[in-house]
């Protein structure tokens, strides 16, 4: 079993930067490729940015070139750094992890585990 858990939310202003971490527990977190989703009031959860076990990444359209996703195996977590903020990229964000990739890696049903989940929200 993986524990996911998130932190580094808050509220800031449009243009500010902020970093989520997420710890990760329980398993071996070098073997699974990992993401970030988030969830606007009133809208599906969408997919922001994978790191996989290797390195390689990908990002949401409306993200690229502003967030940068990083993984650090040895003290077993994910991050994601935020610049640029903008009032729409206000949701909760979602840890996740995948530890057999089926090759969606933009859908939720891709990960296995989920952490609960960090309230970031931009003001204008």
């Known amino acids: 079993q993986v524990q996911l858990v998130e932190s580094g939310g808050g509220l800031v202003q449009a243009g500010d930067s902020l970093r989520l971490s997420c710890a990760a527990s329980?398993?071996?977190?070098?073997?699974?490729?990992m993401a970030w989703f988030r969830q606007a009031p009133g809208k599906e959860r969408a997919f922001v940015a994978r790191?996989?076990?290797?390195?390689?990444?990908y990002y949401a359209d409306s993200v690229k070139d502003r967030f940068t996703i990083s993984r650090d195996n040895a003290k077993n977590t994910v991050f994601l750094q935020m610049n640029s903020l903008r009032p729409d990229d206000t949701a909760v964000y979602y840890c996740?992890?995948?530890?057999?990739?089926?090759?969606?890696?933009?859908?939720?049903?891709?990960?296995?585990?989920w952490g609960q989940g960090i309230q970031v929200t931009v003001s204008s």
């Open positions: 996740a992890a995948d530890l057999v990739y089926s090759g969606n890696y933009g859908f939720a049903h891709e990960y296995n585990y």
């Open positions: 329980g398993g071996t977190f070098s073997k699974y490729a």
């Open positions: 790191i996989s076990i290797g390195g390689r990444l």
